[in-house]
């Protein structure tokens, strides 16, 4: 390429870098044979920005995360990363972004430092350039002496620091992060956390992160898109999402005709909706402290109460209101949760719709 | 907690390092190096070849010097087995296995999100293959030497008869490679040798064609492997026969794109990404 094209393009992206966002895909869709993995998809990602793309297993977010970076091609839509699009331009898309994905892709036979100085080759970094992120990177890395060791002697942990390295190498404007602390104990999950939370604060990366982990999508994303089947069924802020859920929610563990005791709490004023799940129930309320009395006194003239906790939603009760299936201890669960919301997948779209506007 | 070192030096960072597209033979060096680089740590991958070859080299010697002194006038079998043991220990050294290894280990997709060229990646695993098939013939042509073998094209035949046994090696190589794209199974590379290996014995590889017959003689003549091998024995048995050298050139070809047709149709069904 001639200077004045380089230079051509180089202006072109700068130009378009004020205006776009980091990340633009519509109606994405991918299929595999009969399978559709991602169905119509939207996203609308701001430079700068910590996405969190939350699902259980087999929800979409790997696949999406795949053609996002460039390693499929979309079924169908579109989506433009870095102001690129991956169908077109994938060339372009790779030399902008970074890739840390769910297993930590590396050569167990290679030592570390071998494998970050043949990414930086790739990538056409200078020896001196190589030297310099080596330095800038020998912190993030912190195995010491182990760079110099083959790979496939390093825990887990040092692992997934090393894949985290090996995608900066190159200083990239978009960080594809698939389920980064997926396998790491809780001290080398916050660790990671602190590294995902500075890349965004410090450089202004923006941040696509996949998580089957509520916590984290918490901790981290400022926006949180929840996809379940292929489908993005629920974006917004964590705030956003939880409010959607309701303001606070009255969990009731009774013994027995938990049916009965649902059709007695529901006409209450301030109750939003009730969920029934075996003997637990989730009352979704406008008001708690308001309404937890009446709901005791509801509740106790049907069936006996053997707990009554009010709490404040959490993304689980998001994931549940949308899916109707629970998270559980990162896990995703099935669950054959009764949905007593009157009118409840029109709400959700409403909600849905209110969310992201 | 551990910080990132670049805070400081981040913005002014940006602004100066930024990827962009390495030049296609840097590449290629890249990715040959990295596959250079692990040859030590398998030493399991090029030992068996060398001692197989020369094995076979020492116990034939052994098994026919008498036989042929006594029975043909100024046959030398130490020369006659040279081509033989080169072909033995050259044909199926390839980095292939470790191509199915990075395909599941994950690390062909690391590759593949940066931007190195999908060719570079196939050139440079086969520029290591050439690297490493000249190196495995120092050995057994060294033990040639010593047993009192001249090859009657000089220093300059020796030279071509080396760098013909590493186009060989390259032009084999390319259906282990094939294989490993194709079905990313570490047994199927491995057998490839294997299923390859009757096409080495069908041939001139013990006695010339002229004392072949039957259907042996049939095959041979018909399997490039025989002109391979009567090309490098005309350097190293008469001197400069350009009739032999030029079959063996084209059998080398007629192999080679063979195999690399299937290599390059396996590289791009391994690397669509659709």
């Known amino acids: 390429m001639s200077l004045l094209q380089a230079e051509k393009d180089s202006g072109q992206r700068t130009a378009g870098v004020a205006a776009s966002p980091a990340i633009t895909v519509e109606r994405l869709v991918r299929r595999f044979g009969e399978v559709t ?10 430079r700068g920005e910590i996405y969190g793309f939350l699902g259980p297993n087999g929800a979409g977010k790997s696949t999406t995360v795949r053609v996002l970076c460039t390693l499929l091609s979309p079924t169908a839509g579109r989506a433009v990363v870095a102001g690129y699009d991956v169908a077109a331009q994938p060339e372009k898309v790779r030399l902008r972004i970074g890739v840390a994905l769910q297993e930590a892709a590396l050569d167990p036979k290679q030592t570390g430092i071998e494998l970050l100085r043949l990414q930086g080759r790739l990538y056409g970094l200078s020896r001196a350039e190589i030297r310099g992120r080596l330095a800038d990177l020998g912190q993030l890395i912190d195995i010491g002496d182990a760079l110099g060791r083959p790979i496939g002697t390093y825990s887990g942990g040092m692992k997934r620091r090393l894949d985290l390295a090996a995608a900066l190498i190159h200083n990239p404007e978009v960080l594809f992060l698939d389920e980064p602390t997926s396998g790491l104990d809780p001290v080398s999950r916050a660790r990671m956390w602190e590294e995902v939370r500075r890349l965004n604060s410090e450089l202004n990366m923006t941040i696509f992160l996949t998580t089957q982990y509520l916590e984290e999508a918490d901790e981290l994303a400022g926006r949180v898109g929840i996809i379940s089947g292929g489908r993005l069924v629920a974006e917004g802020s964590p705030a956003q999402l939880k409010r959607s859920v309701g303001n606070d929610l009255i969990v009731a563990h009774v013994d027995g005709r938990a049916e009965a005791a649902r059709r007695a709490v529901e006409p209450l004023g301030g109750v939003r909706g009730v969920d029934v799940h075996g003997d637990e129930m989730i009352i979704s309320t406008t008001d708690g402290a308001a309404t ?9 003239s049907v069936t006996p109460v053997r707990h009554l906790t009010l709490r404040t939603p959490s993304l689980d009760d998001v994931f549940l209101e949308y899916t109707g299936n629970h998270f559980t201890g990162g896990q995703f669960a099935a669950d054959h949760r009764q949905q007593t919301r009157p009118g409840g997948s029109a709400r959700h779209e409403r909600d ?5 506007s | 907690m551990t910080t990132l070192g670049i805070t400081a030096a981040g913005p002014r960072d940006r602004a100066v390092i930024q990827a962009r597209p ?15 680089r692990a040859v030590p740590r398998e030493p399991g991958t090029v030992i068996p070849p060398v001692f197989i070859a020369l094995f076979f080299f020492v116990v034939n010697i052994g098994t026919l010097q008498h036989l042929t002194q006594s029975h043909i006038k100024g046959f030398d079998i130490k020369s006659f087995m040279l081509p033989t043991a080169i072909l033995l220990g050259v044909t199926g050294v390839s980095r292939a296995g470790s191509l199915v290894t990075d395909i599941q280990d994950g690390y062909l997709d690391r590759l593949l999100l940066t931007p190195v060229r999908r060719l570079a990646i196939l050139i440079g695993h086969m520029v290591a293959d050439v ?5 495995l013939m120092v050995p057994i042509i060294g033990l040639a030497l010593g047993l009192g073998v001249r090859p009657q094209a000089g220093a300059a035949g020796v030279a071509l008869f080396l760098l013909m046994g590493c186009l060989w090696s390259l032009a084999f190589a390319g259906f282990g490679y094939a294989i490993a794209l194709k079905t990313g199974n570490p047994a199927a590379v491995n057998s490839s040798f294997l299923l390859f290996f009757p096409f080495l014995f069908m041939t001139s590889s013990y006695v010339p064609r002229s004392q072949l017959s039957g259907w042996l003689s049939v095959i041979a003549t018909w399997n490039p492997v025989t002109y391979v091998l009567e090309g490098l024995r005309s350097l190293v048995t ?18 080679g794109v063979l195999s690399m047709f299937l290599c390059l149709a396996a590289l791009r069904g391994g690397t669509r990404r659709g």
């Not at chain 1, 937890?292 to 106790?300: D, H, K």
């Open chain 1, 37 to 46: 993995a991602v169905d119509a998809v939207d996203l609308d990602i701001r």
């Open chain 2, 22 to 36: 390495a030049h296609a033979v840097r590449d290629v060096i890249s990715i040959a190096g990295r596959a250079l």
């Open chain 2, 131 to 135: 690297a490493i098939a000249c190196a």
């Open chain 1, 352 to 356: 849905l719709m209110e969310v992201r």
């Open chain 2, 238 to 255: 008469l001197g400069w026969q350009w009739a032999a050298l030029g079959k063996a050139t084209l059998s080398i070809a007629a192999v």
């Open chain 1, 292 to 300: 937890i009395g009446a709901v005791a006194v509801a509740l106790s």
